[in-house]
């Protein structure tokens, strides 16, 4: 019983999905619409066991003695500090909550995501090497797309521009859409191996 | 050559334009022009959903695409509807929101209104589509909807002209997915540069009917704009960053030749 309540349940939401999908009728709309404030409300619970988890983890973390447990009562003070302030002084702009996220967690993040260019630059000049015929061209064309999508490449030669477009228009779509169709493909027939309960690793089984 | 020596070479590559100006040339592509055309045929009046859809990572690249698509709107006289599907979106998409209407003198409520954010997407652009009021009955700022003018227009996705997702993700095919899909609006995606790649068979197919990507996106849209801003100074900064990795990789390549012959 345990385990055939969820797979009924999930059987039964999934086929009422596929079914308002394509069939109108204004007792589907009104169910639809209440079943789309149920997916809110249980996402907005599993926030809540997510934030508890972490801060559990990192209350046990940061009683250990290891030289990481300073991280943990970082993560913890940052936490309950913005949890505070947030509700304290409210989220508004002025608001200590406000300055904290535009000055600190706004460039935190932007010069984590920036140091980027400089492992890409270390990388490309140790890893891109053209030790074989493939990868002469995926060299070339990927410094055809480098050159071609900023204006210095129009400034070589009109060329480039024009290649780099091509490629990205047609080569580089052609794979992209084969990889899309693949995923539609396979998000369908999982999608219908968990409606009829063949699929239960979502239960941990 | 050392890793030191290549991250000083990268940093005086990106550094340099911004005191330096190269005054590079801007070629507009073919997508950030339907993109521009879309918003620019839109009658004065005509309400656009805008949804931030990014994090606070790639501001850098967010915030001239944000500018640009929003000076377009504002100057035509289009009312904006925004709002944000991640967390982090919120506070800066309210930031840029503000800027810019301050800059063009817009009021809020009457010209613009910034619903805030609600957790799980799907769920979120499902709901718009039932009703804006039921998903957000009050906007970020705590005005219950139905004070605003604005929001009074605006019941679900019939009212809506245009949704504009300004991503870092992929967001935008879940507007495609569950908003132009099943409510039959045009979308537009104005994107960072990696993700824009992932885009290109939804513009080709027509699901998106423009598509801005990245900073040579955003540099494109000012151009057409007539108004040079943080996209144009970025490009140049980029422009030397790319061949400076190019240059990195032909060096790279020589070395490992030389090294083949002699063995």
């Known amino acids: 019983m345990p385990l055939r309540l969820p797979l009924i349940l999930v059987s039964c939401f999934g086929l009422f999905m596929l079914l308002q999908f394509f069939w109108q009728a204004t007792f589907l709309d009104q169910a639809y619409g209440e079943v789309l404030d149920w997916v809110q409300i249980i996402y907005l619970f599993t926030l809540w066991v997510g934030a508890v988890h ?10 250990q003695k290891k030289k990481e447990a300073f991280y943990s009562w970082v993560t913890l003070a940052g936490i309950f500090s913005m949890l505070g302030f947030g509700l304290i002084g409210g989220k508004e702009q002025g608001s200590l909550f406000s300055w904290i996220f535009d000055n600190v967690q706004v460039p935190l993040q932007a010069t984590m995501f920036s140091l980027l260019a400089f492992f890409v630059a270390s990388a490309a000049y140790r890893g891109f090497r053209a030790r074989s015929r493939e990868a002469l061209v995926l060299l070339l064309v990927a410094g055809l797309v480098m050159l071609g999508r900023v204006p210095i490449g129009n400034l070589i030669s009109e060329w480039i521009p024009d290649l780099a477009n091509w490629i990205l228009n047609f080569p580089s779509m052609a794979a992209r859409r084969g990889i899309l169709i693949g995923i539609g493909l396979g998000s369908v027939a999982t999608a219908l191996r968990i409606i009829f309960g063949v699929e239960r690793t979502y239960l941990g089984r | 050559m050392n890793r030191q020596l290549i991250y000083i070479l ?32 839109l009658p004065a009046g005509s309400i656009v959903l805008v949804s931030f859809d990014f994090e606070a990572s790639t501001v850098a690249e ?58 799980q997407y799907q769920a ?97 849209y000012e151009v057409l704009l007539g108004k040079p801003g943080l996209g144009f100074k970025g490009m140049e900064s980029q422009s030397l960053g790319h061949l400076m990795i190019i240059i990195l990789i032909i060096i790279g390549n020589l070395t490992f030749l030389s090294q083949k012959k002699r063995i």
Do not use: C
Request: aromatic residues 12%; neutral net charge; glycine residues 8%.
């Open chain 2, 62 to 119: 967010t915030r001239p695409l944000a500018y640009a698509v929003l000076r377009h709107l504002f100057s035509n006289n289009v009312s904006v509807v925004s709002l944000s599907t991640l967390a982090e979106g919120t506070g800066l998409g309210y930031n840029f929101l503000s800027e810019i209407t301050e800059e063009l003198g817009k009021k809020y409520g009457e010209d613009y209104i910034f619903l805030g954010f609600r957790p």
């Open chain 2, 124 to 220: 979120t652009i499902l709901g718009l589509g039932e009703g804006f009021s039921k998903v957000f009955p009050k906007d970020y700022l705590g005005n219950e909807l139905s004070s605003l003018p604005l929001a009074e227009r605006v019941k679900n996705y019939d009212q809506i002209n245009l949704i504009i997702s300004i991503a870092d993700g992929d967001l935008p095919q879940y507007w495609v997915d569950y908003a132009q899909t099943r409510y039959k609006k045009p979308v537009l995606a104005a994107v960072t540069a990696v993700m824009a790649t992932s885009y290109y068979p939804y513009l080709a197919s027509g699901q998106f009917s423009g598509l801005v990507g990245g900073l040579k996106g955003a540099a494109e």
């Open chain 2, 10 to 41: 990268i940093l005086a590559a990106i550094t340099v334009p911004l005191f330096l100006p190269l005054g590079l040339k801007h070629r507009v592509t073919p997508e950030v022009e339907r993109f521009y055309q879309t918003i620019d045929v």
């Open chain 1, 54 to 63: 972490l801060i559990k983890l990192h209350l046990k973390k940061s009683q």
